[in-house]
Every structure is written in structure tokens, then in C-alpha cells.
Nanobody, 117 residues
Framework: QVQVVESGGGLVQPGGSLRLSCAASGTLARTNAMGWYRQAPGKQRALVATITSGGSTNYADSVKGRFTISRGDAVNTVYLQMNSLKPEDTAVYYC???????????WGQGTQVTVSS
């Protein structure tokens, strides 16, 4: 069993910053590919940023230069530093982890990010 828990969402003004945290636990290898996705109202869930087990990162064009995905010191934790936030970044942000043991992807419950003045 694998659990994924996100935290750090909230309300922020345009131009502000937030840092999201994600912790995965359970039957996992020491390092796994992890990622952040978001779903805005009325839209499909979309990739924000991913990081491979080797540390390579990938970003959606809309967040390049503003968002940074990084690993924490604890096993299977990942952060999303979001700067220069825009109203269009408003969404529920989801974290996932790919387990190389089960060959499955596990998702968290999501955390709401609202960018508004």
C-alpha cells in the first residue's frame, strides 16, 4: 500500500509565492519518479512538473522559469516552489509517485491553490 499526501496550498495574491510539499510512503523503492499535476475547474488534469529517480526534471511550458520541482532530504518527498503566481495557476494540485516495485502510479488527494487579489 502506498500513500501520497500533499500540503501547502492556499490563497495567494498575484505575483506571490507558495511552496507545495508531497510525501509518499509505503512499499516504495528508495527513490522514485514523482510529479505534480493540476486541474482547474472545467479542465482536464495537466502536467506541471516531474522529476525522475535520477533527478531529471520536466516542466509545462506555462510554468517554466516560475516553478521549481525538487526533492526533499526525506525519502520520497518532493516540493514545488511556485513563484510569480498568476490567476491562471489557480487549480487543485496533485502529487503522484511511480512505484518501480508495483509498476503503478499513486496519487494524492490534492491541495487547492487559489491566486486572487
Amino acid at each position: 500500500q502506498v500513500q501520497v499526501v500533499e500540503s501547502g496550498g492556499g490563497l495567494v495574491q498575484p505575483g506571490g509565492s507558495l511552496r507545495l510539499s508531497c510525501a509518499a510512503s509505503g512499499t516504495l523503492a528508495r527513490t522514485n519518479a514523482m510529479g505534480w499535476y493540476r486541474q482547474a475547474p472545467g479542465k482536464q488534469r495537466a502536467l506541471v512538473a516531474t522529476i525522475t529517480s535520477g533527478g531529471s526534471t520536466n516542466y509545462a511550458d506555462s510554468v517554466k522559469g516560475r516553478f521549481t520541482i525538487s526533492r526533499g532530504d526525506a525519502v520520497n518527498t518532493v516540493y514545488l516552489q511556485m513563484n510569480s503566481l498568476k490567476p491562471e495557476d489557480t487549480a487543485v494540485y496533485y502529487c503522484n509517485v511511480y512505484s518501480s516495485i508495483s509498476s503503478r502510479t499513486y496519487w494524492g488527494q490534492g491541495t487547492q491553490v487559489t491566486v486572487s487579489s
